[in-house]
């Protein structure tokens, strides 16, 4: 029964301390992800925010609308490489190849 009781509050103690560490994850974006929401325009950033939930990034969430932004144009497959300081996106196809697209930093609208 000591074995029992012993393990019990052990756990007891892990899942206190895991419920209370969970409010740290949850207060917002990093000081990084706040600088990428400052390139944004007003509209997007708002748009991105509303979209973070738990265990999503912001750079996840624009290197999802950039996709969905470059899927219109090419049909492409995954992200291969950003740089949102130069605004440039590299993506590979559904068959293969690669390309690279010139991007709006603040509204991730592709440049022709």
Do not use: C, W, Y
């Amino acid at each position: 029964m000591r074995t029992i009781s012993k393990h019990a509050k052990i756990a007891a103690a892990l899942a206190v301390m895991l419920l209370a560490s969970g409010g740290a994850f949850a207060k917002g974006p990093t000081a990084f992800e706040k600088a990428e929401l400052a390139q944004l325009s007003p509209q997007l950033r708002s748009q991105v925010k509303a979209r973070l939930t738990d265990g999503q990034t912001v750079r996840g969430i624009l290197e999802t609308m950039l996709l969905n932004n470059i899927s219109l144009l090419f049909a492409a497959n995954r992200i291969v490489a950003v740089d949102f300081d130069k605004g440039v996106a590299v993506v590979a196809g559904a068959n293969g190849e690669v390309k690279t697209f010139n991007f709006d930093v603040a509204t991730l609208v592709i440049k022709s």
